[in-house]
């Protein structure tokens, strides 16, 4: 009996020890009020934004309503091909559907394929919360809820990311929805902080809580969610993108279990490994991610993927770069 309350005593005061460095480390890395990236820094948007929102509704035009009852705002661009299949196409991180406000259509009038672009939970022009969400599956659920409503009967559902958005579509292949993919699209993916594709922040784009990660992790760990809400990472946008149009749009900053939701899983080459067949674009000039060191980070864990580097181009300009038009057309007319 005494040995057994030894015992219990010794556990709990490891959980009590745990608990105490864990909050700890939270209270100690605490999100910064502006964390805009300086001129000539970060991430360059001005490809992104040279269509602009005189061009592009700042609201997208149609809404589905989640399992939950929340109401998931969406662009759509259809072809005129009864056959095509239906790509759902994921935006990166602190973005929203209208990056691919020109590839999107550009895919639909050329017939390769119907297109729909959510601001997935967090994210857009009014968000419930923006930046956060319920609980770390809750992205996998909403677009498991998505397809359902919005394909036709019968079609083929690709999945395309770019960045985070490329993350996340390793996540879904390899979560309890990744049977609804016929095929998978990632632009410049995110893989994980330790992959051989990394870079510091991400060239730049990200303030990194790291202490505040570690406490959260350590918690998680033993079975503690509770503070999972706290803001865990930030996001470096350029002054154009914050004293511009865009600015109400944008998301600066991620919860623990939005950035942990929004990426492919630790183990992120068993994600891989559940990928349908897939075609992986990058611009050989990425400032967010090495991209030569694509290929044979994924081929390690797959043999079903298509690879193409574009010279001369960088992360976020890949997206409309006339090569990934190309690249993506072909490889869906592969795939009848």
Do not use: C
């Not at 605490?30 to 929102?53: T, Y």
């Not at 705002?73 to 239906?86: H, I, K, Q, V």
């Not at 939701?261 to 559940?274: L, Q, S, T």
């Amino acid at each position: 009996m005494k040995v057994a309350v030894r015992i219990l005593l010794s556990v709990f005061a490891g959980l009590l020890g745990t608990l105490a460095v864990a909050l700890g480390l939270i209270a100690s890395d605490r999100p910064v009020a502006d964390p805009r990236a300086a001129s000539g820094e970060g991430l360059a948007f001005a490809g992104v934004l040279a269509d602009g929102p005189t061009d592009i509704p700042l609201a997208p035009p149609h809404r589905a309503v989640m399992g939950d009852g929340t109401e998931l705002g969406y662009r759509r661009w259809d072809s005129d091909d009864a056959g095509a299949p239906l790509v759902v196409a994921l935006h990166g991180s602190g973005w929203h559907g209208a990056q691919f406000a020109a590839l999107g259509p550009a895919l639909a009038q050329a017939g390769a394929a119907d297109v729909v672009a959510p601001d997935l939970r967090g994210h857009g022009l009014d968000p419930v919360r923006r930046g956060d969400i319920d609980h770390v599956a809750q992205l996998e659920d909403d677009l498991a809820d998505l397809i359902d409503q919005v394909r036709a009967p019968g079609q083929r559902v690709v999945m395309l990311g770019h960045s985070s958005g490329g993350g996340l579509v390793m996540r879904f292949a390899g979560g309890r929805h990744g049977d609804r993919l016929d095929a998978a699209i990632l632009l410049a993916p995110y893989l994980q902080h330790d992959a051989p594709t990394a870079r510091d922040t991400s060239g730049g784009w990200t303030r990194v809580l790291t202490r505040r990660i570690i406490g959260l992790t350590m918690l998680n760990a033993i079975g503690l969610t509770q503070l999972n809400h706290l803001t865990a990472l930030q996001f470096r946008f350029p002054d154009a993108v914050l004293d511009g149009p865009w600015a109400e749009t944008v998301t600066r900053a991620y919860s623990y279990r939005m950035m942990t939701g929004f990426n492919p899983r630790r183990d992120w080459g068993a994600d891989v490994a559940a990928l349908p067949d897939f075609l992986l674009v990058a611009g050989a000039e990425d400032e967010a991610f090495v991209a030569q060191a694509y290929e044979p980070a994924l081929s390690a864990h797959s043999t079903r993927g298509q690879y193409r580097l574009l010279p001369g181009v960088g992360h976020l300009d890949a997206v409309d770069d006339e090569g990934t038009r190309a690249a993506i057309a072909a490889f869906l007319a592969a795939r009848p």
